[in-house]
């Protein structure tokens, strides 16, 4: 806790409680709210029909999506290098491959420390996904098998 004003004496006393966001969100975790507690199955709650629908409808969702998005996001990447190329060779612009590839370096380092330093919290996800999908099998299957359908349409 915080209290305002303790190093003032003319202020008034308020108390403050300091939350600490982390824990509240690991409590309180959206497929919690979505799937109930972490303490069982989803097979507790829904029939294995409406888990395979579920997982599956959810799963072509994101496929679709990925499969949208990636084609969007490499015909821009794309494009924008196959642009970059023709104004560099047309003489437009001058790219100074030498300084691109010491800051490419350069970034490459830093998100090597910071991958470094968010292993923890990325081993606790990559544990508690693990332990879900072993729970969930029905649902996770579904999801799959929807997944890889989405990006076939």
């Not at 300091?18 to 507790?44: C, K």
């Not at 612009?93 to 030498?98: G, I, P, T, Y």
């Not at 292993?119 to 999801?143: C, H, M, Q, Y």
Request: charged share 25%.
């Amino acid at each position: 806790q915080y209290k305002r004003g303790q190093d003032d004496p003319e202020s008034e006393d308020e108390v403050y409680e300091v939350v600490d966001l982390t824990e509240y969100a690991r409590r309180h975790q959206w497929w919690s709210r979505v799937f109930g507690n972490n303490s069982g199955p989803i097979a507790e709650k829904y029939s294995v029909a409406t888990q395979l629908m579920m997982g599956g409808v959810s799963g072509w969702c994101a496929g679709y999506l990925f499969q949208r998005v990636g084609k969007i996001a490499a015909t821009a990447v794309g494009g924008g290098f196959l642009l970059l190329q023709i104004a560099n060779h047309s003489g437009y612009v001058q790219v100074d491959w030498k300084k691109v590839e010491k800051d490419v370096n350069k970034a490459k380092k830093h998100l090597k420390k910071k991958a470094n330093k968010a292993a923890p919290e990325l081993n606790t996800f990559i544990e508690e996904a693990t332990d879900f999908i072993k729970r969930n099998i029905v649902l996770s299957s579904g999801f799959v098998g929807g997944f890889f359908l989405g990006l076939a349409s």
